[in-house]
């Protein structure tokens, strides 16, 4: 079937066109695919065919792409333990991991299995991918019914970036489990004190600035991490940073309700592909009339960005002393003033000849003393 499966992707364009091989007005609107998604098996035999082919749908003039597919993503295999028994003819019976009660180490190694069924030992085969023949798959309906499946869909994203293979692990489960109680708790909490007014940029105060950047630097993360980098893991953990942030901010100032309010809209809204279903209650609980699936993708406010101080570290020949926050526009020379006045870098250059002060704008400032 390698014939078929090398340009099922150009007939996908015009699956209905009975005139020939491909509908070459549809192939050439929709081709090459933008993203192709499949395992690292295919490397060497399919995506070789697929290329060959589609060159060859060039030359005869059925499309005009060179190319079949613009961005290629090999996904990594879920790994999950696999326990059995030796037989008596030499062969091995597999037990399901649900089927297994271990014991682990302080490293969470497993050191001891046995079968829950006759509580007798099982040897442990070690971490290798799921699979029919091992007996090591895992049931998603049974965690769904346990978690719900934004909980499985949350904790596959982000136990691994998608190219790399990712280990089954309960207790990552339960922590996406409760990363999403969390964002529940955080939103109706926040829903319960009344509406909240607009964002008013000119009357904020300075821990509300931070907020309001963290929300707008977690939007442009996460948009580059989901659109261009596809390392949803990532994503993720941009937005449980950001609401780390929103959880230091605890009064009630009407402006404090109001950054407070974009930073959750803005969790909710960039979390919806990943856990659509509970932020679809999320939404509406936020005061939105409109679906998540139809609200539009938040966009980065470069203004709100902005940083009026930054961290600045200081180092005595390239060694940490000390940090200090400056004004985002300090100039070298009040950066090298600010260095060498510094207690704890005074401390460590006490008794020595400053030879050098290396200043690299906005990161850090290395004295060199001997």
């Known amino acids: 079937t390698f014939m078929e499966s090398s340009w099922y992707y150009a007939r996908f364009c015009s699956p209905n066109y009975d005139k020939g091989m491909l509908d070459p007005a549809a192939a050439n609107y929709w081709l090459p695919v933008d993203q192709y998604i499949g395992g690292i098996e295919h490397a060497i035999l399919h995506l070789l065919y697929a290329r060959f082919f589609h060159k060859l749908l060039r030359d005869v003039g059925l499309v005009n792409s060179s190319e079949p597919f613009k961005r290629l993503l090999t996904q990594g295999m879920v790994l999950a333990e696999t326990y059995y028994r030796n037989e008596a003819n030499g062969g091995k019976t597999w037990f399901n991991p649900a089927d297994v009660t271990v014991e682990r180490d302080g490293k969470g190694q497993v050191v001891r299995a046995v079968l829950k069924s006759d509580g007798e ?6 971490v290798t991918k799921m699979s029919k ?15 719900g ?3 499985v869909r949350l904790f596959m994203m982000f136990a691994a970036p998608p190219e790399q293979s990712l280990e089954w692990s309960d207790s990552g489960v339960e922590g996406a489990h409760r990363f999403l109680k969390r964002l529940w708790r955080m939103v109706n909490e926040h829903t319960a004190s009344g509406e909240a007014p ?7 105060n300075g821990a509300q600035k931070d907020l309001r950047r963290k929300t707008h630097e977690t939007i442009a993360k996460v948009s580059d991490d989901i659109s261009r980098r596809l390392t949803f893991n990532t994503a993720i953990a941009a937005v449980m940073e950001l609401l780390n942030e929103v959880g230091r901010l605890s009064d009630d100032e009407p402006q404090t309700r109001a950054v407070r309010q974009e930073a959750l809209d803005t ?3 960039v979390l919806s592909p990943i856990v659509p279903h509970i932020c679809h209650n999320l939404w509406q609980a936020l005061g939105h009339s409109d679906t998540v699936v139809d609200a539009s993708w938040p966009v980065a406010d470069e203004s709100a960005m902005v940083r009026s101080e930054i ?5 005595v020949n390239g060694k940490v002393r000390a940090k200090e926050n400056v004004p985002a526009d300090i100039g070298k020379t009040d950066l090298e003033k600010l260095a ?7 401390r460590f250059t006490d008794g020595k000849t400053v030879r050098k002060v290396i200043v690299v704008p906005g990161k850090l400032v290395n004295v060199v003393a001997n």
């Open 121 to 126: 030992p099982v040897e442990i085969g070690g």
């Open 133 to 147: 023949s091992k007996n090591n798959g895992i049931d998603p309906q049974a965690i769904i019914d346990q978690h």
């Open 149 to 151: 499946a934004d909980t």
């Open 198 to 204: 607009a964002v008013d940029p000119a009357n904020l």
């Open 267 to 269: 969790a909710v809204l």
């Open 311 to 315: 961290e600045v570290v200081l180092q």
């Open 340 to 346: 060498l006045e510094n207690e704890n870098v005074m």
